[in-house]
């Protein structure tokens, strides 16, 4: 199965800066096949970024995703207090489909 | 709108199953595949397979293969996740979300999702 790695486990930032979220698969993934969503506490999670970079219906365009092969990212250009939340990536190319660990975006 | 309502929270022992259900609004019920995925207390989220409400086809992890079943009834547009020979290591909260479809395809990622189950495996 392709294993999912995000760094760092835990990012802690200010409302108003840039973050940065990696994604690193063990076997590449074909881009059109790699998804990012956000859960906040006691919700369920929410689908951000479909196809490494097409952003979902209604999600603002401070999120977006790049990447390829076995590196992806999700950058949030200016963080909202709202953001503030665990983002976890997903492979949907090959069964069984698999998450990351997650990354948790702190205030500092 | 396009809305997954899941069943209530369930306490089970060890070794019983659970069912789960997941009713469907807003849409055709069998155009989209209902996965489900759980999350257990304070980690990740892991998927568990899907239905295809049209066929009654299915597709299960390896790991729960010969645990879980998955069913539909399409006159009430629900969705039935069952789970067996459950143990501590199944408490956890259960999603049910949909295939989540372009304009011009479909993929095997979810949107939207069903607000959560909890079940909760204790002696």
């Known amino acids: 199965e392709i294993v999912l790695t995000q760094s760092p486990d835990t990012l802690s930032l200010s409302p108003g800066e840039r973050a940065t979220l990696s994604c690193r698969a063990s076997q590449s993934v074909s881009s059109t096949y790699l998804a990012w969503y956000q859960q906040k506490p006691g919700q369920a999670p929410r689908l951000l970024i479909y196809g490494a970079s097409s952003r979902a219906t209604g999600i603002p365009d401070r999120f977006s995703g790049s990447g390829s092969g076995t590196d992806f990212t999700l950058t949030i250009s200016r963080l909202e207090p709202e953001d503030f939340a665990v983002y976890y990536c997903q492979q949907y190319g090959r069964s069984p489909i698999t998450f990351g660990q997650g990354t948790r975006l702190e205030i500092k | 709108q396009v809305q997954l309502v899941q069943s209530g929270a369930e306490v089970k022992k060890p070794g019983a199953s659970v069912r789960v259900s997941c009713k469907a609004s807003?849409?055709?019920?069998?155009?989209?595949?209902i996965h489900w995925v759980r999350q257990a207390p304070g980690q990740g989220l892991e998927w568990m397979g899907w239905i295809n409400p049209k066929s009654g086809g299915t597709n299960y992890a390896q790991k729960f293969q010969d645990r879980v079943t998955m069913t539909r009834d399409t006159s009430i547009r629900t969705a039935y996740m069952e789970l067996s020979r459950l143990n501590s290591d199944d408490t956890a909260v259960y999603y049910c979300?949909?295939?989540?479809?372009?304009?011009?395809?479909?993929?095997?990622?979810?949107?939207?999702w069903g607000q959560g189950t909890l079940v909760t495996v204790s002696s």
């Open positions: 807003g849409y055709t019920f069998t155009s989209f595949y």
């Open positions: 979300a949909s295939q989540f479809c372009t304009s011009t395809s479909c993929g095997n990622l979810f949107d939207p």
